[in-house]
């Protein structure tokens, strides 16, 4: 277990989820993933990813947004918490340090 | 906001009737989580239009698929919260259950030791019940396979005044014509015997076993023809019966199963007759050997029609009986004055006889119907006759003789199954007892009475369900053991397979069982008293007290005990009588003796000389092979029974002359038959070279038959009536051969030397005879010998069933062995699970009872006082077990008495042994906690 730490593809999944702001649900979010980055994830690996952040408390959903699209079933919209918030930026701060580090080796 | 993600919300017309594949959807709904069902189906359908739109319907197709195998696996289920979610309720119950399953299985394996023993002792339990019962669904319960099979019945012609077999079950020739003729009780009768002939024009002669049947017998069964056609009514007349149904089995046997062979002609017996069908694989009436069946041709005879009775002897009738009845003075009288008036003989061929009940009729109006012309058509009694005619339904008569036996064994395995409930309930309460403080604290940390029950009843569960597989396992090897050693004397033991209802049995058992013995310790959690057993140190007398299981714990033993101990006696008395069977003196001496029995091809075989010029060669033949020492021939082995008999009713008093027949069984053998056998001659002499034919007619009779002619008198010197008016002296009187079997009583035999047996008999009593070879070195050695000479004699003539003698006299008893092997190794079982529930039950007070083992020693006690007491404690115990299981098995083994040979069911010794074997074994059950008691040590105890 990887604790309260973020994995990668949860990383990238909440990074979706956090610009998608309201209109964030499993679509919208595999499309981004897919698009933008050119990760193809099944359905299941992001509602997978989607689950673990619940837990950790990363996200929250809701029910809502019946559209015909989808035969008029509701969407479960998620929607990035203050911890997941605080959860990117660490992650992205350590990471700065560290591309500084590298980038002022001679 | 990317533009990619902007694209898909385009303006673009979207297709809003399509829809992901079917089986897609229909996969999503069933692996799916409910919680997520919702939201995730939205989404995969969403996500298989905006693919449909861009990537064609393929791939859209194709990743919809991927995106369903995706839930499967990673199996989303998001914590609902939610009000509105349908599946809250059952989805904490199954997430529960599985966790009490997975704390069940881990609980388990911490304690190897105690598993294995409860699902070792459930396995055993259940794989005999099912294997029994599986026997007894096959066997009893499953109807015969033909339609309205209660209404096919044996018709059975009793006599009470002639002495005839028991469950002999035949019917004459005469009351089957006068009945179909004139009686209106069923819509088809049949007669049917069984039969053998050879098959010749092929490589090597066969010998086929087979059935005459009258061609009604098909459409009476109400079964047809796989392939072709049965018999027609006009086939059992005289030269339009040569036609022949083959077995499914024969026909790929010999043929394989060649599908042009209906319609050609065969070879049996010297005769050609046409194959007009084959029959269906399941239908092995009247018994699962038939490999053909012939039409039977039952035609009238008439008083004293000799001629007749060789016709139909030759041709098929294996069974027969003459009936006679000498006239005054006919009987006890000297050869030379033997002029009373001429008996009058009667000549009758009997055979099975089935019918089926006409609609509307009852057994008993088809019984008085039948009586009624019984008793029209015997003309030669007077009114007083108590012939009557008895009706069996089939089924009843097939299984009848086993039916008494398999109950037995049903309820010898029911004893096993309720002593392993009774352990497997005694280890868990042991076990909960055991762990009364995990339970308090589990308690005290907020699980609920009802949480608790249902842990130990899923623990219950899961011991039931492994020992149920482990005994379905062991039903698997147990049935094909049983039909591979019972199917000689247990009819349709072919239809004993584990099925749907055995293991529907099985299932209800080992769950009752679980329930059952979950319950126990179930209770004690419910009732625990939370502050007693956390405030205890360590396991104490209390913990079992708290649990009030200490009783009930002993009374589950002393059950178990009682239980076994019937068991025991019980196997003790079918292995003593067993053991007196098999050591039955059979009157003469197996040792070192071969027989062979041949099968003589009919047509050239067709009269007295030519069998015995045959039989003259032949044992003039295997005399000079090198090992044999002598070499004698008889209709029938003594190992079977006479298949000719004879009633014949003997006056020695000339005013009463009217005194029922006796049945004598008919033996022909060569001369030299009583020495090469070594039977022991009571008195006079054997036959000799001199006893031929045109000589005086002698015969040797068994002491038996010597009792039934001349009970007052010395027989030998004297005279007899016979068939055809004939009169035999007897010249001597040889011990009686048992033909063993259950009921090893020997019947009044007759023995013919071969050479004076009435010609018109010859052919009849020596198509299927047995040479009797005494050999030197072992036996079977001697026989690619005896092969070898004989094909050079005549190829055509196949030889069958060579064994030793001594193997035969083991077959004629695998029938009581069986059951006794059966019931002893049921009764070990059984006495072991006791065994174990005394060891249990003392191992665990020893254990409950440390401390106060340790003041007692600390106080001086010897370890020989401690011994004693646990000792006694667990004695007592077996004790009281024992009488109760003595005054149980007093009741209970009558019911054994059909099955018992020259033994009381309330023998004494048998008693005194099974008591000692019991208390041997439970003293070594004992012996073990008990030293273990003793070495307590008293300072590391009270530490």
């Known amino acids: 277990m990887k604790g309260e730490r973020l994995g990668e593809f949860e990383e990238i999944v909440l990074l979706a989820a956090y610009g998608l702001g309201r209109d964030a649900y499993g679509v919208t979010i595999q499309q981004r993933l897919e698009k933008s980055i050119g990760r193809g994830a099944t359905i299941g690996a992001v509602y997978a990813a989607l689950d673990r952040l619940e837990r950790k408390r990363h996200l929250k959903s809701r029910v809502g947004g019946a559209t015909h699209e989808r035969g008029g079933r509701r969407k479960r919209f998620f929607k990035i918490t203050h911890a997941g918030v605080q959860a990117l930026e660490t992650m992205r701060a350590d990471r700065e340090e560290m591309w500084s580090l590298v980038e002022d080796k001679p | ?943």
């Open chain 2, 1 to 943: 906001m990317s533009r990619n993600a902007a694209s898909y919300r385009s303006n673009r017309p979207v297709d809003r009737t399509a829809e992901p594949p079917a089986l897609a959807r229909w996969l999503l709904r069933r692996v799916c989580a409910d919680s997520c069902l919702e939201a995730v189906s939205g989404d995969v359908e969403e996500l298989f239009r905006l693919r449909l739109r861009t990537e064609g319907w393929l791939r859209a197709a194709l990743r919809c698929f991927a995106d369903v195998f995706s839930i499967a696996v990673t199996g989303p289920r998001h914590p609902v919260r939610s009000q509105h979610s349908k599946s809250f309720i059952p989805e904490v119950i199954v997430g529960t259950l599985l966790q009490d399953l997975r704390f069940a299985v881990r609980g388990l394996t911490k304690s190897p030791a105690f598993a294995a023993v409860v699902i070792l002792t459930l396995g055993l339990g259940i794989g005999a019940n099912t294997t029994i019962f599986s026997v007894v669904n096959g066997v009893l319960l499953q109807p015969l396979p033909y339609p309205d099979p209660d209404r096919i019945v044996q018709i059975a012609e009793t006599d009470p005044e002639m002495e005839m077999e028991r469950n002999s079950s035949m019917a004459s020739q005469r009351l089957f014509l006068a009945w179909r003729e004139s009686g209106r009780a069923f819509s088809d009768m049949a007669m049917y015997s069984e039969q053998a002939a050879t098959l010749t024009g092929r490589d090597e002669p066969i010998r086929l076993t087979g059935s005459a049947v009258s061609p009604t017998l098909f459409r009476l069964l109400g079964v047809d023809a796989a392939v072709g056609r049965t018999f027609t009514g006009d086939e059992e007349t005289p030269g339009n019966d040569n036609v022949i149904l083959l077995s499914s089995r024969a026909w790929q046997r010999y043929f394989g199963g060649d599908p042009d062979l209906v319609g050609q002609q065969l070879r049996l017996d010297d005769r050609s007759r046409t194959v007009v069908g084959i029959m269906p694989p399941a239908f092995d009436f009247p018994d699962p050997s038939v490999e053909y069946w012939v039409p039977m041709i039952v035609q009238p005879l008439g008083a004293g029609g000799d001629g007749a009775l060789e016709q139909q002897a030759s041709q098929q009738i294996r069974e027969e009986r003459e009936v006679r009845r000498g006239g005054p003075g006919g009987g006890g009288g000297r050869p030379d004055d033997g002029s009373g008036p001429g008996p009058e003989v009667h000549i009758e061929l009997w055979s099975r006889m089935v019918g089926r009940l006409a609609d509307g009729m009852e057994l008993g109006p088809a019984v008085e119907e039948g009586t009624s012309i019984l008793r029209a058509t015997r003309t030669w009694t007077g009114p007083d006759d108590g012939a009557y005619v008895d009706l069996i339904v089939l089924q009843d008569e097939l299984v009848g003789p086993v039916r008494s036996s398999l109950n037995l064994l049903m309820g010898a395995v029911g004893f096993v199954l309720l002593i392993a409930c009774a352990n497997v309930a005694n280890l868990m309460l042991a076990r909960s007892a055991g762990r009364s403080k995990e339970t308090a604290l589990r308690s005290a940390l907020g699980a609920g009475k009802l949480q608790l029950i249902r842990l130990l009843l899923v623990e219950g569960l899961v011991l039931a369900g492994i020992g149920g597989a482990l005994g379905l396992a062991l039903t698997a090897v147990g049935l094909g053991f049983l039909r591979s050693i019972g199917a000689d004397f247990i009819p349709r033991l072919q239809n004993a397979t584990l099925d749907a209802w055995a293991l529907g049995f099985t299932v209800a058992v080992s769950m009752l069982t679980g329930i059952l013995f979950s319950l126990m310790p179930a209770r004690g959690a419910a009732a625990l008293n939370l502050t007693r057993a956390l405030k205890q140190e360590g396991p104490s007398d209390g913990a079992a007290r708290t649990l009030g299981g200490d009783v009930f714990r002993k009374v589950l033993v002393t059950v178990e005990v009682a239980l076994s101990v019937i068991l025991l006696v019980g196997a003790g008395l079918l292995v003593s009588s067993f053991v007196r069977l098999a050591a039955v003196d059979p009157g003469y001496d197996p040792e070192n003796v071969l027989s062979v029995s041949l099968q003589m091809p009919q047509t050239r075989y067709a009269n007295a000389d030519a069998y015995r010029n045959f039989f003259d060669e032949s044992i003039a033949a295997l005399e000079l092979i090198p090992g044999i020492e002598g070499v004698t021939l008889a209709s029938v082995p003594p190992t079977r029974e006479a298949n000719v008999r004879i009633a014949i009713a003997i006056s020695n008093d000339p005013e009463r002359p009217d005194v029922p027949p006796t049945t004598f069984g008919i033996r022909v053998v060569e001369t030299s038959y009583f020495e090469t056998m070594r039977m022991g001659l009571v008195e006079g002499r054997f036959f000799t070279r001199d006893d031929r034919a045109g000589g005086i007619p002698v015969a040797v009779v068994n002491e038996s038959a010597a009792r039934a002619i001349f009970p007052d008198d010395e027989p030998v010197g004297r005279s007899f009536p016979f068939m055809g008016g004939q009169e035999l002296e007897i010249i001597g009187i040889v011990a009686d051969v048992r033909t063993a079997g259950v009921d090893p009583r020997s019947s009044p035999e007759v023995f013919l030397p071969l050479n004076q047996a009435p010609a018109r008999l010859i052919p009849a009593l020596f198509r299927s005879s047995s040479f009797l070879i005494r050999t030197t070195p072992a036996p079977l050695t001697i026989l690619p010998a005896v092969r070898s000479r004989m094909v050079q004699i005549d190829p055509e003539v196949p030889l069958f069933r060579a064994a030793t003698m001594r193997d035969q006299i083991a077959d004629s008893v695998a029938e009581p062995r069986f059951y006794a092997a059966l019931v002893s190794a049921f009764a070990g079982l059984a006495v072991a699970l006791a065994a174990v529930g005394i060891y249990g039950l003392l191992s665990y007070s020893v254990q409950q009872g440390v401390r106060e083992t340790a003041i007692r020693r600390a106080l001086g006690a010897q370890a020989g006082e401690i011994l004693q007491q646990v000792v006694g404690r667990g004695m007592a115990l077996a004790v009281v077990g024992l009488i109760v299981g003595i005054a149980g098995s007093l009741a209970l083994t009558r019911l054994l008495e059909s099955m018992l040979y020259e033994i009381e069911p309330t023998d004494p010794a048998t008693l005194i042994i099974a008591t000692l074997v019991f208390l041997l074994v439970a003293l070594m059950a004992i012996w073990v906690p008990a030293r273990r008691a003793t070495k307590i040590d008293p300072m590391e105890a009270l530490r």
